[in-house]
Every structure is written in C-alpha cells, then in structure tokens.
C-alpha cells in the first residue's frame, strides 16, 4: 500500500525545491505530489504519495521532511479516516457513431465531457486514484490520445485527530 | 553614512534610521557580536564591501574563498560561536560549496553571505550569476535569498539563530546587489518566530528512568561519545556520568577531547582506525550509551556486526539521527548536557562491573596504537607522538585528510575539549591550513599544531599569506611521505600494490616555499634530529613550518577493511 503524507509548509519561494531536493538528497522515491493553497495565506499543504512502505524508510521521510525550516507539520494520512482525491483528464478516440457507447459507459464513474471534437472527446473525472485507474484502463481499448492525472490530495475526516508525528514521538520510538 | 561605521554601538538609534542593505547587515553583524569575518570580495559584494570599510569589524582576506569557508569552521570549533564568511556571487559562492557541504557534515555553525546580481535579472544569466540558493540547498541547514531590503536584518538574526541553535550547521545568506544598496530599516530585534523550527532540548525522564534501569541490569555497559557532547559543552557532565557509573568510554573521530584522553576509563577511539580496545568493547557491550555520535559508517564498520548484542540508547538533539543507521532501543531526543545532568540527577545505585573492566582494560593495555621505529628513517606516528610530548597535551591540533590526520588521532592524547579540529564527515583534503588559521584567530594564546599531509597542504596553501599578514604563531607541520598516503595505503592493501595516480612524482622544496612567504622553515630527514627540530618549531615564538620527511610506505593501522565488523580488525599488534 502507498503512504500518503501531508506536509503543512510555509507559502513561500524555494519551498517545494527543498522538499523535491531532499527527497533526491536522500533517495526516497515519491510517487506523485501535489502542492496548493490552504485555509491559511502563508501556508500551503504538499501531499506527498510515497511508493516506499516499510517503516523505517517512512519514518526517515517523516523526521527529514520535520527538520526543514520551512515545514511546519508532517502527518502520515495512510491509516487514517480521510477523503483522497485526483483529478484525470482524457482525450479519447471517439468516432461519432460509437459515442453514444461512450459516454454509457463513462457515466457510473461519474465523470464529464468537457470538449467534444469530430473524432475525439475530452473527459474529466475526480475520484480516488483506483477509480481514476480503472476508468483509464476502461478507456484504454478507445485509443487514449493525452492523459493528465493531477495526483492525489487529501484531507482528514472531520476532527480525527491524525497520526502527526509529534504523537507519534510521544508513543514509540521518538520520545521528544 | 559615516554615523553608522564608526559608532555602531546602539541598535535602537540605528533601528529608527534608514539606511542601505550594506549598512543593516554591517549593524546586524554587530548585533550578533560578529567582531571577525573571513571572506573575499567582488563585483556582487561591492556595496557591502563599502560598508564594510573602516566599519570596525575586522575582516580577514583569504586568498581563496574555500580557504575562507575553512577558518570559519576553525573558528567556530574551536570557539563554539558561528562562523562568519561573505563571498562575492558566482564563482565566489561556488568556491564556499565545498565549504558548506563540510560545515553540514560536522554539524559547524556557519554564516555565509553571498552576493548576487540584482533581483530584476536574475534568471537571465547575468554576469557572475548562479544559483547558489539551488546550489546550496542540500548542504546548509537552511539558507535565504533576500528579496527586500526591510527583510534583511530578521534573515541576519534567525540564520544566527537556526546556526547555532539546535544541531549546528551552515545558513547562507544570498543578498542580491540592488537590495544591499536599497534603503530601509533594521527589524525591532524582537522574538524570532520560526514555527517549523523548534529543536527540543529537554529530554524525556521516562527514557531517562530507562536508562538508569537499564545500566542497572547491564553487565558490559558501554558510553560512546561523539562532538554532541561538545557542541553541548557537556565534557564536565559527561565525566562526571562516567566517572559516577564507572563506565568504560570510547569516542568517535571528532569526539575526541571530550573525554580526557589519559583517563583510565578511556579505551580510545573507535571506528576504522581506532583502538582494539575500544573497537572490541563496541563489539561486546551488552548496554551501549551513545551520546552525540550519528553512528557514521566509519564509526560502525558493517552495521550488522555493530553492538550486535547491545540494547541502544541515542541520545541526539537530532530526531532524524535517531534510527537512521542503527537500531535504537531508547531514544532520547535532547541536547547532551541536559540529558547527562537529568541523569545525574537520577542517582541510582552503581554496579561494578568487575569482569567487563578486567577485560577492556585489559585490552587497552595489551593492544595499544604502535609503531616500529627505525634507525635513521622517521616514522610519521612519531611526529604526532614527539608533537604530544612537546607541547603536553594542550594544543589545538588542526589536521588535513589522510593518514596523518589518522595518526594525529591515534598518537596525540586530546586532555581538553575543543582542542581537535578535523574534517570527519566530509573528508575534506585542503581543509588543514585554512582550518588552523581559523581556530589561532579564535584562540590566539593556545599553541595551534596544523598537521598536513604534502598533497592536502597543496590544496589550499596559498593561504600562507594570511599566516604571515596576521602573524598567527601556527606551527606547521607537514607529514610529507610523497604521496597521497591513504589512498596509496587502500591501493597497496585492496589493488594489489597498483598505485594508481597516488605518486607524487615532485614535490616543491616546502623551506623555499615558507621562504618566499617569509616564513621560518625547517627540513628534517633523521629519525636522530626530530626531536631537536620539533622543540624549536615549537618554541618559536612566530609561525614556522617543518617538512617531515617520513616513511614513504607507513600504513596506518590497526584497520577495519571496508564491509568488515568492528571484531574483524587487522594489524591489532606489530605485522
Ligand atoms: C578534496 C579531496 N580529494 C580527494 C580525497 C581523497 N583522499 C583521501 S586521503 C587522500 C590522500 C591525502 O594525501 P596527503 O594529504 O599527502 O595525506 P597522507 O594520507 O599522505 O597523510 C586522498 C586523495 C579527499 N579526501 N579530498
Ligand atoms: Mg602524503
């Protein structure tokens, strides 16, 4: 299984470098991130999807990631209550006698055309990243002509208290 | 402008004023008690250069900016305060990398300012533009690029404050051109506010408990000490911990001098050259305190042989050193001196572990640091053995890379903390000389030993000059066995005698070289006269320089090969 984290750092130039260098520095292998605004003006989340699982490399992620300056919290999201989501657009062969087929078929995911061309139509769906997954493969036989995938962001459910390293700290191993 | 240069004493009249970028960081220097930099100038720097000028602050020209970033980290070792370095933008910050990458490694604080072309064209590739924020982002604790002259003096106090604060390391400052000559104002010097950055000096009494419980049930207990516990100034506590417990104590590479070296609880230095004694004692303990040592690979050999059957404790003000190399049982993450004076506090009954001291103390005696001296040739080993003697123990001694630095570990007994000033994370060959005029400019009446190898001195020794400018009483002392001695030694032992490139095939005449320095210089080639041209280096009241010419196949030994575990070493006794 992948590790989502989410990573509440300063809004500020340079940021996403020191994440991305560090990372490189230090040869973790990230899966996809995604960075973007906040409730707060000086703070932008990072959501980062880790293909790494064991622990131990997870745990140095974590504790590298907190030493940066500009890092504010680093929380674990994997085992926790939460609604991930990612955005996929498709531009998809799509003959004007068959499309009608098409679009049947896209609609159980819920997704949306957004462009329609004469032998081509442009697609959007939003969902976890295993639905988006399936969609693909269901559209991979139609001739698949672009795909963009957002990657994954994420936020807790409710007031789940997550499984922020501070916690994390006072439980097992890290005893501030 | 002048106002500002000459009476710089109160911040609260400057703080009202406006003034340029130059002129706040020159006040924003002094507000951190910067009375030394060492640095370079140039285009980008101009406009700081200027405030600088007659500003009060002495400033050291080096002859190359590495040479610069290297006195900084002498000076901060030995003084425990931050190391101030500015260089010009381009090739000037890119000559501080190598520096940086150092100072990161060995947890200095250093302060490094760069220039930079102004802010409307950077991205343009502008004369002597580069990006040394890019660069340096892997190797500094933190760095900034100012883009507003009203943010410069809150950057200048929080890259004080991440240097020295917490784990040590190197902050660089990037001050683009046009920002050092716009006007503004200096920050009220209120709290800092740095949310992302809050290390943790207190240590948890729960894991503290632990500790005391676990040493009671402990039967081979063991005290690792690495340069946390100088960082933390707690040589006083640690001694008193060991003393107390009656722990045996090891030391890492760059620990050393924390612990009293004549001690009788002190089994030496461990890790690839270290002692049996204290290498065996790693391998054995069944209950290992590492405080302030980041269990370096060249510390533990192959970590699957590494205490192998020891429960761990790490104390660290790092969490991320906490688990990184090797398991760890009870972690605490606090700096040094409180946790060893949270300990003491814990009084708790002493054990004598009459069997494990019998034995680790009987290894000590058994199977010391040796050498074979010979009629007429000089052995290095006894360079740093006559060094030790000569000068009682007490000097700072400041060593390149290489075999001598090995042997200067080895052979000369560090009493004192922060008297040993080495690159050890790193490896940095050129760091010596530099290094040694950094730390007799913060410690101008201790003796200052730098010991060379001839291929590092030839990295950076056109800093001679700054010896001679500031007459700094450096005793120089080159280990000179005509070649690059470590990596002949790897080549001899591991490519079958195939020394690949690691020949000098000349030398300079290093007494010519001192000469046209304008520095003293002695030869010496007798095992019979080192002694003799050893004291009166020694005694002179100035800086004189010795090339020892040692011999050429010496191997530094007792070894742990690359890949083997701490009981595996070799040449333990005389081959
Ligand atoms: C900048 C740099 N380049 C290369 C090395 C690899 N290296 C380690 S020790 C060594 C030889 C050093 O020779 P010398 O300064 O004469 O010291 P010796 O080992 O002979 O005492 C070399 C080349 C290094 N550590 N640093
Ligand atoms: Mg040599």
Redesign the pocket.
């Given at each position: 299984m992948n590790r989502i984290l989410s990573v509440l750092v300063n809004n500020r130039a340079g940021v996403l470098h020191r994440v991305t260098a560090l990372f490189l520095r230090k040869g973790f292998n990230i899966q996809n991130i995604t960075v973007g605004s906040t409730e707060l003006e000086n703070q932008s989340r990072m959501t980062i999807v880790l293909s790494e699982t064991d622990e131990v490399t997870v745990e140095q992620v974590m504790k590298q990631l907190h030493k940066q300056i500009d890092v504010l919290k680093v929380s674990d999201l994997t085992e926790e209550p939460i609604v991930a989501r990612e955005l996929v657009l498709l531009q998809v062969n799509s003959p004007l006698n068959s499309r009608s087929t098409l679009i049947t078929l896209i609609d159980p995911f819920r997704a949306r055309i957004l462009d329609v061309g004469r032998d081509t139509v442009m697609i959007e769906a939003v969902g976890k990243p295993e639905k988006v997954d399936a969609l693909i493969a269901l559209l991979r036989p139609y001739g698949i002509l672009q795909l963009a995938r957002t990657g994954v962001t994420a936020l807790t459910r409710d007031s789940q208290t997550t499984q922020e390293i501070a916690r994390l700290m006072r439980s097992n191993a890290l005893n501030l | 402008m002048d106002k500002f240069a000459v009476d710089g004493s109160s911040a609260k009249v400057a703080s009202s004023c406006m003034m340029s970028g130059a002129q706040i960081l020159v006040e924003s220097l002094r507000r951190e008690n910067v009375d030394l930099m060492f640095g370079y100038p140039g285009g980008a720097v101009l406009p700081l250069y200027d405030a600088l000028y007659q500003c009060g602050i002495r400033h050291v020209l080096t002859r190359h900016e590495q040479g610069a970033i290297h006195m900084a980290e002498g000076y901060a070792r030995v003084t425990g305060r931050p190391g101030v370095v500015i260089a010009t933008s381009g090739p000037g910050a890119t000559n501080l990398v190598?520096g940086l990458a150092d100072a990161m490694m060995d947890s200095l604080p250093i302060v490094a300012i760069t220039g930079q072309v102004s802010t409307e064209v950077i991205g343009t590739d502008a004369f002597q533009e580069t990006s040394i924020i890019g660069i340096s982002t892997p190797i500094t604790k933190h760095n900034y690029q100012v883009r507003h002259v009203d943010e410069l003096s809150q950057v200048i106090r929080e890259s004080f404050h991440i240097a020295s604060t917490g784990r040590p390391g190197p902050v660089l400052i990037d001050i683009p051109k046009n920002v050092a000559v716009s006007l503004g104002r200096l920050d009220d010097g209120g709290p800092l506010s740095l949310p992302g950055y809050q290390p943790n000096l207190e240590p948890n009494l729960l894991q503290l408990k632990r500790i005391i419980e676990g040493l009671a049930e402990a039967e081979r207990p063991l005290l690792l000490v690495g340069a946390g516990v100088l960082h933390a100034k707690a040589h006083r506590e640690l001694l008193q911990f060991a003393e107390v417990y009656q722990l045996p104590v090891v030391s890492t590479l760059l620990g050393l001098g924390a612990f009293p070296g004549t001690h009788p609880q002190f089994l030496g230095m461990a890790g690839m050259h270290g002692s049996y004694a204290a290498n065996q004692a790693l391998y054995e303990t069944d209950f290992l305190i590492n405080i302030g040592s980041r269990f370096d690979d060249r510390l533990t050999g192959n970590v699957r042989h590494f205490a192998p059957n020891a429960t761990i404790v790490h104390i660290d003000i790092d969490p991320a050193e906490i688990g990184k190399n090797i398991r760890t049982h009870i972690p605490v993450v606090a700096d040094a001196k409180r946790a060893l004076m949270g300990l003491l506090r814990m009084g708790q009954e002493v054990k004598d572990f009459a069997q494990w001291k019998e034995r680790v103390y009987g290894n000590k005696r058994e199977f010391p640091f040796w050498y074979v001296p010979e009629a007429d040739i000089i052995k290095?080993q006894a360079v740093l053995q006559q060094l030790y003697k000569l000068t009682d123990g007490d000097a700072i001694v400041v060593t390149?890379?290489?075999?001598?630095?090995?042997?200067a570990a080895q052979f000369y007994t560090f009493q004192n903390p922060d008297c040993w000033v080495t690159?050890g994370g790193?490896?940095?060959?050129?760091f010596g000389l530099p290094a040694a005029i950094g730390a007799q400019f913060g410690k101008p009446d201790k003796t200052v030993l730098a010991v060379?190898?001839?291929?590092?001195?030839?990295?950076t020794l056109q800093e001679l000059s700054v010896v001679v400018e500031a007459k700094l009483p450096i005793k120089m002392m080159i280990?000179?066995?005509g070649?690059?001695?470590?990596?002949?030694?790897w080549q001899e032992l591991f490519y079958n005698e195939r020394y690949s490139e690691?020949l000098?095939v000349s030398q300079p005449d290093y007494v010519k070289l001192a000469d046209a320095y304008g520095i003293p210089a002695y030869r010496v080639e007798k095992a019979s006269e080192l002694s003799r041209v050893l004291l009166a280096a020694v005694e002179e009241p100035g800086p004189v320089l010795v090339d020892c010419r040692v011999a050429a196949l010496e191997n530094v030994y007792p070894m742990i090969a690359p890949g083997k575990g701490l009981h595996e070493m070799v040449g333990v006794v005389p081959l």
């Open positions: - | 190598t290095p390149d890379v290489g075999q001598h630095q090995m042997w690159s790193l490896g940095t060959m050129g060379l190898g001839d291929a590092g001195f030839q990295m280990v000179n066995n070649s690059l001695g470590m990596v002949r030694q690691s000098l």
